[in-house]
């Protein structure tokens, strides 16, 4: 993995609030689990299409958090 350098969230609400603010300079960032280190990374969504485990994850914790707001 590639993403040791990368800033690590707790939460994706954290991650996704981190790209609300623009930290990431209006790129289109996508906040996503990483299975390394079970935390939040933000990065390009492209990654996603390459990964279908994660995907699938990230539609499940979107279901979850959903459903608890
Ligand atoms: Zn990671």
Redesign the pocket.
């Known amino acids: ?1 590639k ?2 350098w ?1 800033v ?1 969230f707790r939460t994706k609400r954290e991650a996704e609030e981190f790209i609300e603010y623009g930290v990431t300079d209006g790129q289109n960032m996508v906040a996503y689990l ?1 299975s ?2 079970k ?1 939040w ?1 933000i990065g390009h969504p492209k990654p996603y299409e390459e990964n279908p485990p994660n995907r699938v994850q990230l539609l499940i914790d979107e279901l979850n958090q959903n459903s608890e707001d």
């Open positions: 993995m993403c040791n990368k690590a990483c390394v280190h935390c990374h």
